[in-house]
């Protein structure tokens, strides 16, 4: 006599799994910025510039350091070094409380911050300014805040990241959407407010989901991705890109990133 568990018609297994991995990644915190929870569930290949080694050099040698939209202070929380002075942004309460516990205890102060001008800081405040994944750069304020000589330097998001997942909920995206972030654009910015861009670097990076439990989570913490995003909203297509991955394996999209440093000039 066969077990219970085989006599299970096939597509009620993979609807049950489907609920199973859906309510797990609907419950499950999406505060700060650990991608940890995806551990075994998705991957992502790592830029070569190794941006958290080179920010934490960096933060070595300075003096009087600001990390604009800190996020849950992770990267800032595991420089090995700190500068004397040493201050983190974040607009996001859930992440300012989380960066406050990780940073306050290292020296950081937390500032609440709305990310819009102005950066509530002096002029030449700062000779190290940097930001991970920053919504917004407003070149004006940075170049304010900096000492003469002072760098900025940020890993960002380039153009169309992930748009394979994007486009698989929303559709094709239209031409300058799909354009934003060009890292030229932040080079002509940078220079406009009056930097010397120092290093420009992009790549198109490889990343995989292997479960919807994992495109669930991702895009209930990467909010801008698919704007309003829940899983009543999108249930049918949940389901069928579930069924995808359960017969097809992994869903591919093509994460993008730059590497700028911007000197302001002595």
Do not use: C
Not at 10 to 20: H, I, K, L, M, Q
Not at 137 to 155: C, D, H, K, N
């Amino acid at each position: 006599m066969p077990a219970e568990s085989d006599a299970t018609p096939p597509a009620s297994r993979e609807a049950d799994r489907f609920d199973v991995l859906v309510a797990e990644a609907d419950r499950v915190s999406v505060d700060g910025w650990d991608f940890s929870w995806l551990d075994g569930r998705a991957t992502e290949e790592r830029p070569s510039w190794g941006y958290a080694r080179a920010m934490g050099e960096r933060m070595g040698r300075a003096r009087a350091a600001l990390d604009v939209q800190t996020g849950g202070g992770e990267v800032l929380a595991a420089v090995p070094e700190l500068p004397p002075l040493a201050v983190a942004t974040e607009s996001w309460p859930p992440n300012i409380a989380r960066a406050t516990a990780l940073l306050h205890p290292r020296g950081v102060a937390v500032v609440a911050d709305a990310d819009e001008p102005p950066l509530p800081f002096g002029d030449g405040a700062f000779d190290l300014v940097v930001s991970r994944h920053p919504v917004t750069t407003w070149w004006g304020e940075i170049a304010r805040v900096l000492a003469p000589g002072g760098t900025y330097f940020s890993q960002q998001v380039g153009p169309a990241s992930v748009f394979e997942l994007v486009e698989y909920f929303l559709g094709p995206q239209p031409p300058e959407t799909r354009a934003a972030r060009d890292p030229e654009r932040a080079r002509a910015d940078a220079e406009a407010a009056g930097l010397d861009v120092v290093d420009l670097r992009a790549e198109r990076l490889r990343t995989e989901f292997f479960d919807i439990g994992a495109v669930v989570y991702f895009l209930r913490k990467v909010i801008w991705m698919v704007p309003g995003f829940t899983v009543e909203r999108y249930r049918p297509q949940l389901a069928a890109l579930h069924h995808r991955l359960e017969t097809e394996g992994p869903f591919v999209a093509h994460t993008t990133r730059f590497l700028i440093e911007a000197r302001k000039p002595a």
